[in-house]
């Protein structure tokens, strides 16, 4: 392994990844980000997005790795295949109901309808073990969460508040966040959000976001880790 530390990130689309990996690159001097990289065999993988460079505030120089859905099928698969080649590893995971949200307002129903499978394997992942996740829906909404990732990862040098405004580094280039704009994040009310995305659609909730609310596992996993279900939704 390089002497340079290397940190992978882990995530799917329209999960807060760019944000989250601004948040921790404040404690390194120099960050080189490797964005979207592609797994060409077990062990084996390549950039091929932008890659980025960030200067924060620690004292020691770092590589970040970013992997998104399209290339992890298998999270399992993933960290068996490569967690020996990272230093560290951090899984990044937004409320599923708020995610697949994000995904249709896009109009994106293959891409929510391909995708929950693998949601439900970082919830599984999450039931066994959650050291080592980010959730983006807490990290936007509770100051006494970020305070405890910090503490539990040695990430002094990260803001110890609620972000407002998306860094514009670079690292965050393809974030959903327009760079330099405030923005405020609130989890609604789940009935409130299937009448948005029905909205969207003309009324008729598409197929995919059909198939994620009823869902019992997701249900089951979103409680845990979110203290958000399925129940009460009309």
Same mark, same amino acid.
């Given at each position: 392994?390089?002497d340079?530390?290397?940190?992978?990130?882990?995530?799917?689309?329209?999960?807060?990844?760019?944000?989250?990996?601004?948040?921790?690159?404040?404690?390194?001097?120099?960050?080189?980000?490797?964005?979207?990289c592609?797994?060409?065999?077990?062990?084996?993988?390549?950039?091929?997005?932008?890659?980025?460079?960030?200067?924060?505030?620690?004292?020691?120089?770092? =590589?970040?790795? /970013? @992997?998104?859905?399209?290339?992890?099928?298998?999270?399992?698969?993933?960290?068996?295949? +490569?967690? !020996?080649?990272?230093?560290?590893?951090?899984?990044?995971?937004?409320?599923?109901?708020n995610?697949?949200?994000?995904?249709?307002?896009?109009?994106?129903?293959?891409?929510?309808?391909?995708?929950?499978?693998?949601?439900?394997?970082?919830?599984?992942?999450?039931?066994?073990?959650?050291a080592?996740?980010?959730?983006?829906?807490?990290?936007?909404?509770?100051?006494?969460?970020?305070?405890?990732?910090?503490?539990?990862?040695?990430?002094?040098?990260?803001?110890?508040?609620?972000?407002?405004?998306?860094?514009?580094?670079?690292?965050? =280039?393809?974030? /959903? @966040?327009?760079?330099?704009?405030?923005?405020?994040?609130?989890?609604?009310?789940?009935? +409130?959000? !299937?009448?948005?995305?029905?909205k969207?659609?003309?009324?008729?909730?598409?197929?995919?976001?059909?198939?994620?609310?009823?869902?019992?596992?997701?249900?089951?996993?979103?409680?845990?880790?979110?203290?958000?279900?399925?129940?009460?939704?009309?």
């Amino acid at each position: 392994m390089s002497d340079t530390p290397r940190i992978a990130f882990v995530g799917i689309r329209r999960s807060g990844n760019h944000i989250l990996i601004e948040w921790v690159a404040k404690n390194y001097r120099n960050v080189k980000h490797f964005n979207d990289c592609v797994i060409k065999s077990p062990g084996t993988y390549v950039t091929q997005g932008k890659t980025h460079t960030y200067t924060g505030n620690g004292d020691e120089d770092v =590589h970040f790795y /970013s @992997f998104e859905e399209r290339t992890v099928r298998d999270v399992l698969s993933f960290v068996a295949d +490569h967690g !020996n080649q990272f230093d560290k590893i951090f899984f990044i995971l937004r409320d599923a109901y708020n995610w697949g949200a994000s995904i249709m307002c896009g109009r994106n129903n293959r891409a929510l309808r391909d995708s929950i499978s693998l949601w439900k394997q970082f919830g599984t992942l999450y039931e066994k073990d959650s050291a080592g996740f980010l959730l983006y829906d807490k990290f936007v909404t509770d100051l006494s969460y970020i305070q405890l990732v910090k503490a539990d990862n040695d990430l002094p040098n990260s803001p110890d508040e609620l972000p407002r405004q998306l860094p514009t580094s670079g690292i965050g =280039h393809g974030s /959903s @966040f327009s760079k330099g704009k405030n923005f405020t994040y609130s989890i609604e009310d789940l009935t +409130h959000r !299937n009448r948005r995305v029905k909205k969207k659609f003309g009324g008729k909730p598409p197929q995919a976001w059909s198939k994620l609310l009823a869902d019992e596992r997701v249900s089951e996993l979103n409680s845990l880790i979110f203290g958000r279900s399925n129940a009460n939704l009309d």
